[in-house]
T-cell receptor, first 113, second 113 residues
Framework: SQTIHQWPATLVQPVGSPLSLECTVE??????LYWYRQAAGRGLQLLFY??????ISSEVPQNLSASRPQDRQFILSSKKLLLSDSGFYLC????????????FGPGTRLTVT | SQQGEEDPQALSIQEGENATMNCSYK?????LQWYRQNSGRGLVHLIL?????REKHSGRLRVTLDTSKKSSSLLITASRAADTASYFC?????????????FGKGITLSVRP
């Protein structure tokens, strides 16, 4: 099965600062990768997904961007953070060939001050 | 918009009792999945049921799917304190490389020792 690694676990950043969250995957090749954001007490909002290197689909227009420089690496970025970017960010992966279930990383708690 | 809507939003039961959680959705699906999230952690996949299946079991979990009513239920039998978590249903509109899941807002389950 897949293992999703995310770091950092927590992050406190001032408004206007840049952001880079990294996600790496073990245990599968050519996975579909996803970035979600979860507001307190809410469900998951899909932000970006990728089916391969350099292929990014954006679900919600916003202050964030994503990149996939390597098959098992998915990065979430921002040039200038907003207060509304605070939340719990989750990376997930799915085997492209078989299986519809997603495997999640431990998440990053981002607080923008 | 959210595809899956869980019911109830919160559930509190005594250890040893059964917990039943419901999920309704609006459009056609290929599969429906249930996930668990412990506080401050990533989601863990519990069980997947496909649109041509009516019932599925995994250990103490039992999932049913009624496509005519566009609803699913998750039953946890003989609950334990360790089952305390948030539970999410997620719908997959179709299988394949670009399949995305839509998550509900979740149900908070508290199991009292």
């Amino acid at each position: 099965s897949q293992t999703i690694h995310q770091w950092p676990a927590t992050l406190v950043q001032p408004v206007g600062s840049p952001l880079s969250l990294e996600c790496t995957v073990e245990g599968t090749s050519n996975p579909n990768l996803y970035w979600y954001r979860q507001a307190a007490g809410r469900g998951l909002q899909l932000l970006f997904y990728s089916v391969g290197i350099g292929q990014i689909s954006s679900e919600v227009p916003q202050n964030l961007s994503a990149s996939r420089p390597q098959d098992r690496q998915f990065i979430l970025s921002s040039k200038k953070l907003l207060l509304s970017d605070s939340g719990f960010y989750l990376c997930a992966g799915r085997a492209a060939i078989r299986g519809d279930e997603q495997y999640f990383g431990p998440g990053t708690r981002l607080t923008v001050t | 918009s959210q595809q899956g809507e869980e019911d109830p939003q919160a559930l509190s039961i005594q250890e040893g009792e059964n917990a039943t959680m419901n999920c309704s959705y609006k459009t056609s699906i290929n599969n429906l999945q249930w996930y668990r999230q412990n506080s401050g952690r990533g989601l863990v996949h519990l069980i997947l049921i496909r649109s041509n299946e009516r019932e599925k079991h995994s250990g103490r979990l039992r999932v049913t799917l009624d496509t005519s009513k566009k609803s699913s239920s998750l039953l946890i039998t003989a609950s334990r304190a360790a089952d305390t978590a948030s539970y999410f249903c997620a719908t997959g509109p179709r299988t394949g490389a670009n399949s995305k899941l839509t998550f509900g807002k979740g149900i908070t389950l508290s199991v009292r020792p």
